[in-house]
Nanobody, 130 residues
Framework: DVQLQASGGGLVQAGGSLRLSCTVS????????IGWFRQAPGKEREGVSF????????YYEDSVKGRLTISSDSTVNTVYLQMHSLEPEDTAVYYC???????????????????????WGQGTLVTVSS
């Protein structure tokens, strides 16, 4: 039974930091790409950051580059999203999701389309106050 458990959200002031965690079970950790998505009220779900657990390849959406860092720890089947310099615009429910690691030769094909991800966590709310 595949499960993704997201945690770590909360209320923080602008400029502050949070670390989100996504602990997964039910599949081989290294065979999947884990992505963090977010959905703000009235907006579509958007991809924020992604990591291939097979080789550590990462991807960041432009608006979060330099402020967010994604990492993974295969010993505890957990992916982390360290967030710094948070802005009110970062307020959203954050979800982690999993997709099989697809390759073109040796290069991982990371998709930012939430429809490509078949497994989802329950979401954790991040609120950034101004």
């Amino acid at each position: 039974d595949v499960q993704l458990q997201a945690s770590g959200g909360g209320l923080v002031q602008a400029g502050g930091s949070l670390r989100l965690s996504c602990t997964v079970s039910g599949f081989t950790f290294d065979d999947y790409v884990i992505g963090w998505f977010r959905q703000a009220p009235g907006k579509e779900r958007e991809g924020v950051s992604f990591i291939s657990n097979k080789d550590g390849t990462t991807y960041y959406e432009d608006s979060v580059k330099g402020r967010l860092t994604i990492s993974s720890d295969s010993t505890v089947n957990t992916v982390y999203l360290q967030m710094h310099s948070l802005e009110p615009e970062d307020t959203a429910v954050y979800y982690c999701a999993a997709r099989r690691d697809h390759r073109l030769g040796a290069m991982v094909m990371i998709s930012v389309d939430p429809r490509e991800y078949g497994y989802w966590g329950q979401g954790t709310l991040v609120t950034v106050s101004s």
